[in-house]
Structures are given as C-alpha cells and as structure tokens.
Antibody, heavy 119, light 109 residues
C-alpha cells in the first residue's frame, strides 16, 4: 500500500533552517512527483512547491523561492524539504503529497510534520 | 496567480441534508485541473474529486462535483455525520502555471 511517512516534529529558533523528510513506499518512487503543502495553525492549505523524482527538477512557489530547497534520495525513496531563514510565521504543519505526472491532483498525503519557530 | 474563493466560509447543516459548496476562480480554470479535498481535524487532506467531477477511489457517490470556467461546485447529497469537515478546492493553471488552494469551507453540524 502507498505510504508517505514524514519525519517528526521540530522546534527551531528564528533564523535557523529546518529539513523535513518524506519517505515513500508501496509504489515506484521515480514515476511520481512529490509536492509540499503547509498549514499554519487554524489556517488553510498553502502550496510550496514540487520535485519531479524522475529527473530531480524542482518548481517552487514564488513566495518561497530563495528560501526552500527540495531534494530527493532515490536510494532510500526519500524526499527532503529544507526551509531556511525561519520566522515565526513559518510555524505550521508541513505535508508532502504525491502526484502522478500531469494529473494535477494529490492522491496520497503524508501525515504531516509540525515545525514550530520560537525564540 | 489564479485565486480561488470558496463560499460560504462556514455552513451549518444537519445529517441527511444537502450541502452545496462553491469555488470561484479569478480566471478561467481548465476543468481537468480542478480538485476537491476533505480535511478532518488532526488529519491530512483526503482527495475527493478530481477533474472537477470524477470521484477518487473509495469516495461515496453522495459526493459530486460540477462546474466549468470560473465556477465550480461540490455537492454532498445527504450528509452523514462523518462528512462534517473542512473542504478545499485546488487548481493548477495560470501564468506561470501554479497550484493554488481556496481558503476552505467548514461544514459543521
């Protein structure tokens, strides 16, 4: 069965970086895209960007360009999202989600990782 | 960037009633790229409808999607207790193409 298992909660200080992982199983890793979406406490869903696992290509939402880096390790079927220069507004649950290429929808989601930014 | 505006922001209904949720886009969206998700408290979003009107695997037929252009609708024909949740629409498009979400509609008893 398809699973996306994310790393555990993180607490970071303002200005630091955080790296969240998303380990995929139950399907052929490189034939899908992985996207990252975040949700601040009590708020809606915010799109961050994606990585194409067949070639490592990335596409980031303009808001996060320069601060986010998405990478993958095909030997462990794991995707990473690193967000730098953290501020309090980055406190959120971060989700990874899978898309079959060119379908434009996310059919499986990770369980979410809470990142808290606090001094 | 295409902005999606969902209405109402919240909706209070009873089990057995019909729910109609709206998603309006700031410019035309290809119907193939309009999606609906359900999110319950403490859970990840769950895919409900893709391509504006196709139900995802395992989604009951009381959920239906419709619409085109800038106006899309999610209808739940007869509410069950487990349907009370927040619903989000999402699209892919615009220039440059990007994924965006609506702000959500909270469906409550």
């Amino acid at each position: 069965q398809v699973q996306l298992v994310q790393s555990g909660a993180e607490v970071k200080k303002p200005g630091a970086s955080v790296k969240v992982s998303c380990k995929a199983s139950g399907y052929t890793f490189t034939t899908y895209y992985i996207h990252w979406v975040r949700q601040a406490p009590g708020q809606g869903l915010e799109y961050m960007g994606m990585i194409n696992l067949s070639d490592g290509g990335t596409n980031y939402a303009q808001k996060f360009q320069g601060r986010v880096t998405m990478t993958s390790d095909t030997s462990t079927n794991t995707v990473y999202m690193e967000l730098s220069s953290l501020r309090s507004e980055d406190t959120a649950v971060y989700y990874c989600a899978r898309e079959a290429p060119a379908t434009c929808y996310f059919d499986f989601w990770g369980q979410g990782t809470l990142v808290t930014v606090s001094s | 960037e295409i902005v999606l505006t969902q209405s109402p922001g919240s909706l209070s209904l009873s089990p057995g009633e019909r729910a109609t949720l709206s998603c309006r886009a700031s410019q035309s969206v290809d119907s193939k790229n309009l999606v609906w998700y359900q999110q319950k408290p403490g859970q990840s979003p769950r895919l409900l409808i893709y391509g504006a009107s196709s139900r995802a695997t395992g989604i009951p037929d009381r959920f239906s999607g419709s619409g085109s252009g800038t106006d899309f609708t999610l209808t739940i024909s007869r509410l069950e207790p487990e349907d009370f949740a927040v619903y989000y629409c999402q699209q892919f498009g615009g220039s440059p193409p990007m994924y965006t979400f609506g702000q959500g509609t909270k469906l409550e008893i």
